[in-house]
């Protein structure tokens, strides 16, 4: 049994509720804050599931920032936010920590909503340089003197918009603070009781002050002032380059600090204080170690990334008792089951190998494993030039990160008729991680595309018949699948491609007919073999296609009954539903009735999965619901 956080003695953390509180408590204090915090991010999240590795390599940093500037006046961006539970329980929060992402309780990323000390709404990475620098901007245009500190992972680093947002700040030369948080690296030689305190001693006022005093002095010196600073330059350019892991950020126009020890409080505060009053750009690299203070986050930071309820005395998850597999975990087997006879495979992901499934793929086939990094875009185009030279690239991603290559899906592979698969893990509602993380929208921005075939399995077997079918079919495929366990279904060991384009009546009737897509179809089916009792005659239509649709299926069935109901786990604008409309209308079809079930045009907060589909009236007793509307109408007709 999960020891509850609400049972715990706090010392210290029991007086802290906002950031001021920190600031008169003496290091000891300080230290065992730091300490209680982490007991109380570790058990909430035993509890309730979330992000703990990162969460626990930030307590120190979140601690001495807060110490050190004056928020929420000052700024603080986290990048994605994995890292912000401390940040969360000092800001006001720590008395509904309990309910992080529960429904209705505080939401696992930073929101601006819930908090003012929320500035910015993260869930994707590499977001926060571009964000503060922005807000930097308005800062200037306002006369206002508060300080932006971005903080963003060495992870987060490898996308390409950080480098965007790192070329703008270094060439505006604005008063802006950047600390990456290196949690990968492990910590050099720089790092240690010299390297903390030259760093402490060389942000202090003094020498920054010595610095600019002797550069005024040396430009005041007729005819050779100005070579003597160029040449003084060069020689600290030099030693910067031999020396300290921050050339790159200084060549940018960056002035670097680091790296330092980021779960030493009293030096971090130190130098956060001393920075506080420097100009210009400043980027402070803190090394710090994922999962510090619970053994098992610290010995295997990936697993403990996001994390279900888990047992705190062992570090294992508390697993479901079904020993039904995800459909990660089916499409992960079944890719390597096709590669192994079609040496052609190749498997991209972008920073999710084990979250993908593509951990069996890069064990049994390393040479044809490649992780880019959370650079999305990079993945798309570097899928396309492997695809041009005879190869067939299965791009695993999930359904909100590939949203961002948007413009290398329809230039680079669909332009270009490229045989690429993408793998769109956590497609449709995926829970607790909260609105940045919903994979609503795929069908609708996909299926825009010219030549891209868009389908969704109802279950995990027919998920391998149709990773079969985008192996076989020699062009774009996104193939969509849901974030949890499967049906059950027994899985065929023979595996046959699909007919494109192609549905599948489950159950002939009547009355009406329910159109469904990928996770949607076995709740329609449920729903209408219950009605069945009640004697009620509902056809059912495994859809399969989003893109090319049925036509000649749903012509049939809209008019055989005159009532159809389309569901699917998507957003409504554009779906799947929407393609049913448009269909009938290029058909000129009147007099049938269509009722649309799916996500209305909203952002869906964080709960588990089946509150999400209850509210959103597409499970089982959501369907039944809206075929009992539609049944027992005065407006229903039945066709003659």
Known sequence: MVKQPETVHYSVLKDVNFPADIRGLTLAQLNTLAQEIRDLITLTVASCGGHLAASLGTVELTLALHYAFNTAQDKIIWDVGHQSYAHKIITGRKEDFKNLRKQNGISGFPRREESPYDVFNVGHSGTSISAAAGMTEAACLKGASYKIIA????????????????????????????????????????????????????????????????????????????????????????????????????????????????????????????????????????????????????????????VAPFDVQTGQVIASSSGIPTYTNVFGRTLVKLARTDSRIVAITAAMCEGTGLNLFSQEFPNRFYDVGIAEQHAVTFAAGLATEGFIPVVAIYSTFLQRAYDQIVHDVCLQKLPIIFAVDRGGLVGEDGATHQGLLDYSYLRSIPHIVVMAPKDENELQHMLKTAVDCGQPVSLRYPRGCGAGTPLDEVLTALDIGKGEVLRGGTDLAVMAIGSTVLPALAAANRLAEEGRDISVINARFVKPLDEELILKTAAAVGTIITVEENVLQGGFGSAVLELLAEKSITGVRVKRLGIPDEFVRHATQAQQRRRYGIDEEGIMAAINEILTSESFRRPS
Do not use: C
């Open 151 to 306: 903080v963003i992972g060495d992870g987060s680093m490898t996308s390409g918009m950080a480098f965007e947002g790192l070329n703008w700040v270094g060439d505006r030369k604005k008063n802006m603070i950047i600390v990456l948080n290196d949690n990968e690296m492990s910590i050099s030689e720089n790092v240690g009781a010299m390297s903390s305190y030259l760093n402490r001693v060389m942000t202090g006022h003094k020498i920054t002050t010595l610095k600019a005093d002797i550069k005024r002095f040396l430009k005041s010196i007729p005819g050779v002032g100005g070579d003597m600073i160029k040449f003084a330059q060069k020689i600290e350019e030099i030693l910067k380059t031999l020396m300290v892991p921050g050339a790159l950020f200084e060549e940018m126009g960056f002035t670097y600090v680091g790296p330092l020890e980021g779960h030493r409080l009293d030096h971090l505060i130190k130098t956060f204080e001393n920075i506080r009053e420097m100009t210009g750009p400043v980027l402070v690299h803190v090394i710090t170690k994922k999962g510090k203070g619970y053994s098992f986050a610290e010995q295997n930071p990936p697993s403990y990334h996001g």
